[in-house]
């Protein structure tokens, strides 16, 4: 198992455009959850999903923001018509509902998004 | 809702030192209470993670930490640190027996001096 993987690392874009992220979690694992940090912020929760149900939303997660897991594997979140204020590293993680290590999240190693 | 407050955006200490990274939470209910380090450009690592049972928790790389109910703390300590130790540090609150997310502080800066 190679962990909680995403892609890509890193994506520049123009304002206005719109950008794709991929978050394949570890297998198994019934939890997907993403993430936003800007710099010098704590990761700031946006969304969860148990399986391909996505159980909450943050108020962070406006309209231009949409996130799908469609067959409870890999998850996709999507931003739409990109703002500078978008510029932020967005985290994945995932863990199992049952287990030693159901209580611990797993971390993947960020997308960093710049708008330009 | 919960709630976590790092009190020290950075902190400096000087290699074989010890240091602590102080943690206070807000919570009505049981929370399990983690500690996650940050190292440039990467994601986050699980340090250790306290669930129940003994209030003295020891992770990876030599750290631990203590949970204080009546303060509502979660200090992480390190007797020594070396120059590897030099990161973020993100203490973490997640509702006891309720799967549900994890609430994240702003994070802790340690620069280890020469």
């Known amino acids: 198992d190679t962990g909680v993987s995403q892609d890509p690392r890193h994506k520049i874009t123009k304002r206005g455009q719109n950008v794709t992220f991929r978050c394949d979690p570890i297998s198994e694992h019934n939890r997907l959850y993403w993430y936003r940090q800007t710099l010098g912020q704590g990761p700031e929760f946006l969304t969860y999903?148990?399986?391909?149900?996505?159980?909450?939303k943050s108020r962070l997660l406006s309209d231009r923001f949409s996130a799908e897991r469609p067959k409870g594997s890999f998850s996709t979140l999507e931003i739409q018509r990109t703002e500078q204020g978008d510029s932020a590293m967005y985290l994945c993680?995932?863990?199992?509902?049952?287990?030693?290590?159901?209580?611990?999240?797993?971390f993947g190693q960020g997308t960093r998004l710049t708008v330009v | 809702a919960q709630s976590v407050t790092q009190l020290d955006s950075q902190v400096p200490v000087f290699e074989e030192a010890p240091v602590e990274l102080r943690c206070n939470y807000s919570s009505s209910v049981s929370v399990y209470l983690f500690w996650y380090v940050q190292y440039p450009n990467q994601g986050l690592q699980l340090l250790l993670k306290y669930l129940s049972g003994s209030t003295l928790v020891k992770g990876i790389n030599g750290f631990e930490a203590e949970f204080n109910k009546s303060q509502t703390s979660f200090h992480l300590r390190k007797p020594s640190v070396h120059i590897s130790d030099t990161a973020e540090y993100f203490c973490a609150v997640s509702v006891m027996n309720r799967d549900d997310k994890i609430i994240f502080g702003k994070g802790t800066r340690l620069h280890i001096l020469p």
């Open positions: 993680a995932s863990k199992p509902t049952k287990g030693a290590t159901n209580t611990e999240a797993f």
């Open positions: 999903f148990q399986n391909e149900a996505q159980l909450e």
